[in-house]
Structure formats: structure tokens, C-alpha cells
């Protein structure tokens, strides 16, 4: 059996040789693909891959034409708009993520753009603090319970909406709960977005809904850049001179936000939300157990397709 990890953002290697290990202790083979940039290395390495476990890598219909063997795929972290579910339903290939295994990095990461942030990208002027201000939180899965734990160290006030969690849920959690997405922009001094890229939240993220935010208010972005209107939410901010936008996916419009919105607008360099060793490592090995899992005993836990 052949579990193929791919991944064009490598893992740590303390992850990497941790994967291994699971995969060798369930007397599996492990190949790796490490760093591609041509998709036909990708294509080649899942001709005889059983299994594959991946990141961001994108999974299409032509992928799964090439991997002839493939029975599953992990998406070794939590949104898995990249995979193409319905071809792999078609493909009789099962589709997993690893739900909360890399919330926390994401969660510190969001803390520390923050105070990056509030002190004016570190250069020296003052700034203001994170203590007392109001966090809007938007969807309350796992990223957003860890960033509600973290900013309640820095007594903020935290609040979410969530389209699908009870408000109850929200508030078991400590959190205060707002009817609506409105309601969350118009309040919150920040805003912080956890919602995943689906049919109904690509571009939802727009001039309408942040035109809604307060004075001075900063929108933090570690989702997906797909969730956002760009050219709405450049226009708009080419506006509104007092609200900032901060991110780590990197809009399409990249170079016209940091030309237009100069001192007001941050773009981490490449994805890192999820990259550190802890959540590498949290991430690959249940993505390596679910897939020991799958084929000793036939678990499907974590499946998101049909
Ligand atoms: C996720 O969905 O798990 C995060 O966005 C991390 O993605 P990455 O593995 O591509 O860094």
C-alpha cells in the first residue's frame, strides 16, 4: 500500500518523519512530493499512490484521472476547497480533512497580525492596544474558538456570528452572540474572518457588508481570499481612509492594495496560518492514522463527500 504525500508547501520535516513513521508502523510504503511547481509532477507521483494526503495541492478531476489506485484523500487541514468532491464521489475515491488539528496556529497568527497591526506595522509611532476592544468573530468553528480563548487573555470583548452554530453554542463558549453578519461589522472595532469558501460565502465579503464597520476599524482575513469581493472591498477602502485590511491569503489585486492603501493594508508574504511544526505535525499524523483507520477497519470519520 502507497500513501503519496504531496505537498507544494512542504510540512516541517519533524512532520514529514512523523507521518512516516505511522505509515511504516501500519506497513505502508510512504513517497514524497515535496515543493512541485508543475502539475505534472503531481500527476505522475499518484499514478500507484493508494492514498494521498495533502494541503492546499489542488485535487481535480485530472488527478484523480491519473491516480489509478487512489481510495482516499486527506486534506491534511481543514477547508478542502480544494479538492473536487463530486469527481472524487465519481472516482469511488473517499475525501477527508482533519478538523481543529492546525486551529491553534492559525488562532496565534491572527493575535500576532493583530498587534502588528494596532502598533502600526512596528514602526516606532504609537499605536493603540488590543485591551477593551471588540472582536467580531465571523463563524465559530475551530479557529474562532481558539482566537476567542487567546484575545480573552488580552481582555477584549469577543463576539461571533454564525450562520450555522446555535447562538447558544456561541455563548456556552463564553462569546457573545449577534443576530446577524450586519450586526458583527457594524460593532465589532475588528473583524475576523473564519468563514470557509463554499458556493455561499465566495464573494460574500463585500462593500455593502464592510462599509457597516466602525471608524478606524481593521478586517483580518486568515480564511480564503475567495470569500472576498476584491474589487469592492479596494474601491471601498480607497474610501473609507480609516479602516485597514490585513491578511494572509493574498488578494489576485495584491500590488493595487499595498499601492492604494499604503499604511493600511498587510499581506504575509505566502499563506502561513497553518505553519508551524505543532500544527504540521497535528495535522499529518491524523491525516496518516485516518487513512490506517480507513483501511484496517474501514473508518470513515472526517469523510466530506458522498
Ligand atoms: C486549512 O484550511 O487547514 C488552513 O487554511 C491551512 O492550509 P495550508 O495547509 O495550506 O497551510
Redesign the pocket.
Known sequence: MKILVATS?PFAPVAVEGIRKVVEANGCQMALLEKYTEKADLLAAVADADALIV??DKIDAEVLDAAKQLKIVVR????YDNIDLEAATAHKVVVMNTPGQ?SNA?AELVMGLLVYTVRNFFNGKPGTELKGKTLGLLAFGNVSRNVARIAKGFDMNVMAYDAYCPAEAIEAAGVKSVATREELFEKSDIVSLHIPATPDTIHSINAELVGKMKQGAILINTARKEVIDEPQLLELLTKRTDLKYITDIKPDADADFAAKLEGRYFATPK?M???TAEANTN?GLAAAKQIAGFFKEGITKFQVNK
Open positions: 508547501k494541503r492546499s491534511a487541514g481543514a477547508g492546525n492559525v499563506k496560518g497553518a505553519q495535522a
